[in-house]
């Protein structure tokens, strides 16, 4: 019922004033902060639990390059999969209540809002398309067919990295 309704369900003055303020805590602490931008690559470190070495580094060798090849390479992901063209805006929870809420919001308050996080949200592509492109590629090695081979990696950029869509959190 909550992923149905999403985060506008039940809320009284309270979970409104609530949310408010932990939206405004986010801003504060974590918007246009460089030390946490450089802080999401270290998510490769659960990639390799999650998937092993050898397949974050074959996800790692499919991006990396210069620039043309790594744009092909989101591009390609993005075609592939979904979840991924979308993760940017959904990566933590209060990333996506932000970028989420535009009631009553500025156009300019909403560019804000988006500019404050853009540099974790490339940041954090340094974990996550290793981890995708390697769980893929893994995937296709043991026989899976490509539509299971971007389900499994969908899932293991997930269970390594974190997901703030309501699907993905605890029902605390």
């Known amino acids: 019922q909550a992923i149905a309704a999403g985060d506008s369900a039940g809320q009284d003055a309270i979970d409104k004033?609530?949310?408010?303020?932990?939206?405004?805590?986010?801003?504060?602490?974590?918007?246009?902060?460089?030390?946490?931008?450089?802080?999401?690559?270290?998510?490769?470190?659960?990639?390799?639990?999650?998937?092993?070495?050898?397949?974050?580094?074959?996800?790692?060798?499919?991006?990396?390059?210069?620039?043309?090849?790594?744009?092909?390479?989101?591009?390609?992901?993005?075609?592939?999969?979904?979840?991924?063209?979308?993760?940017?805006?959904?990566?933590?929870?209060?990333?996506?209540?932000?970028?989420?809420?535009?009631?009553?919001?500025?156009?300019?308050?909403?560019?804000?809002?988006?500019g404050l996080f853009f540099m974790m949200q490339k940041m954090q592509m340094v974990a996550d398309i290793p981890t995708w492109a390697g769980q893929y590629q893994k995937s296709l090695a043991e026989g899976l067919d490509d539509a299971s081979a971007v389900a499994m990696a969908d899932r293991a950029v997930i269970e390594a990295q974190g997901a703030g869509s309501t699907k993905d959190l605890a029902g605390v």
């Open 17 to 114: 004033a609530l949310l408010l303020l932990r939206s405004n805590v986010t801003r504060a602490t974590m918007g246009a902060s460089v030390t946490t931008a450089f802080l999401q690559p270290f998510g490769l470190t659960q990639s390799i639990v999650r998937i092993g070495a050898k397949h974050v580094l074959v996800g790692a060798a499919r991006w990396a390059g210069d620039t043309a090849r790594m744009e092909s390479t989101v591009s390609w992901v993005h075609e592939k999969s979904d979840f991924m063209r979308l993760r940017a805006k959904t990566f933590n929870r209060e990333l996506r209540e932000i970028r989420g809420s535009v009631n009553g919001k500025s156009a300019t308050m909403q560019a804000i809002d988006g």
